[in-house]
């Protein structure tokens, strides 16, 4: 039987290889269907903290509090969370925190659930009006050369950046 | 529920957390930070916030999973723990060593005219600390308990988590920075050598 998400296994674990050998050592998320690969590896990997939330916006204030002691981390999320993180990016912003989330997208291509569109369609204009950086990745092609890109604007510019894994790269949740 | 709420702030707090120069401290907006930043004469190892309210809890657990070989303090009101309070839960799966967590509880609201927080009327942190599996809590209404939350909070084998009742004597004024770039930078060259 083919996954839900069928297809993002290779994407996903060269995109987990690239996240520690750029030195990422923390990963906070709520758990997320289009990050399954990526929670379980940081679960099963010895050397990294691996944090489940209880909501998006701990995330982003555990980021910053890693990057005062010298750690790099990643949110993971899915794009309903960014709505439950607006308040806290004030402290990214203010701070200048070098900054990556990595979104799965829901509401957009394809969506089956209506529930998912408001947001879906909320996440770019919010993060940008926040003052992130939006990148999107639409192929499996676009994943690591993207994240990679992300990584280098927070940890060399001191910059927040929310990379979108689109929901033609993810697919569309059957409902 | 006021009977219980006659220690001041401005001489419990200092106490309790003694010498600060061995801590990394993590402060939640309003009162907490004032607290805070006045004993330590906002120095470099104390990350004060006016704002994102909510996060101090989550920034102090960040910091801790980050620094285990360093005591990291989080001091926060009831209001701002309120906030988030369900960060009391990823806390407590985690139960860093390294942690504590001083919540001065006041049952108010004191940055926006002292309204009842939901500590005045019946909830009660420690039981949320308790039930969000932090091995140490310890609730201190009494001067005579005070030593004994200096030791948890200082010398606790796990995560800790003392709620301080207070009266509502405002905090300790002072001027501290609200730039939050330059106290990173400041924070994270004493700590780390580097900006």
């Known amino acids: 039987m083919m996954s839900e998400y069928g297809g993002q296994e290779t994407w996903q674990e060269d995109l987990y290889s690239l996240l520690r050998s750029n030195g990422v050592k923390l990963f906070c998320y709520v758990p997320d269907g289009g990050h399954k690969t990526l929670i379980n590896r940081s679960i099963e990997d010895p050397e990294v903290i691996s944090v489940p939330l209880t909501t998006e916006e701990e995330g982003v204030a555990m980021c910053a509090g890693a990057h005062l002691g010298g750690t790099k981390s990643v949110l993971l999320m899915q794009s309903s969370g960014v709505g439950n993180c607006v308040n806290m990016f004030a402290l ?25 569109v408001p947001m879906g369609q909320g996440v770019q204009p919010v993060v940008e009006a926040m003052g992130m950086h939006c990148l999107r990745a639409e192929t499996p092609e676009e994943v690591s050369p993207t994240v990679q890109a992300a990584l280098d604007m927070a940890y060399k510019s001191n910059q927040s950046v929310a990379v979108l894994l689109t929901q033609k790269l993810i697919g569309a949740k059957p409902f | 529920m006021s009977d219980d709420r006659s220690l001041d702030r401005k001489k419990a707090v200092p106490v309790i957390v003694g010498d600060p120069k061995d801590l990394l401290i993590v402060c939640g907006l309003a009162g907490a930070s004032k607290d805070m930043a006045h004993l330590t004469n906002d120095g470099d190892n104390i990350f004060t916030m006016a704002g994102a309210m909510g996060g101090a809890t989550a920034m102090g657990l960040g910091l801790a999973l980050s620094r285990p070989d360093k005591k990291v303090l989080v001091v926060t009101g009831d209001g701002e723990l309120l906030m988030n309070v369900g960060t009391l839960a990823t806390v407590g799966i985690l139960k860093p060593a390294n942690l504590s967590i001083l919540c001065v509880d006041n049952g108010h609201y004191g940055e926006t005219g002292y309204q009842e927080s939901h500590t005045q009327r019946g909830v009660n942190l420690e039981l949320i600390a308790q039930g969000s599996a932090i091995p140490n809590t310890r609730t201190i209404d009494r001067e005579e308990q005070i030593p004994e939350a200096k030791k948890i909070l200082r010398d606790s084998n796990g995560t800790s988590f003392i709620l301080l009742k207070v009266n509502t004597e405002p905090p300790p004024s002072i001027k501290r920075s609200m730039d939050a770039t330059e106290r990173k930078v400041a924070f994270r060259r004493a700590l780390l050598g580097i900006a």
């Open chain 1, 92 to 116: 990214i912003k203010n701070g200048q925190f070098p900054f990556v989330t990595v979104v799965t997208m829901r509401g957009e291509f394809g969506e089956m659930n209506p529930w998912q």
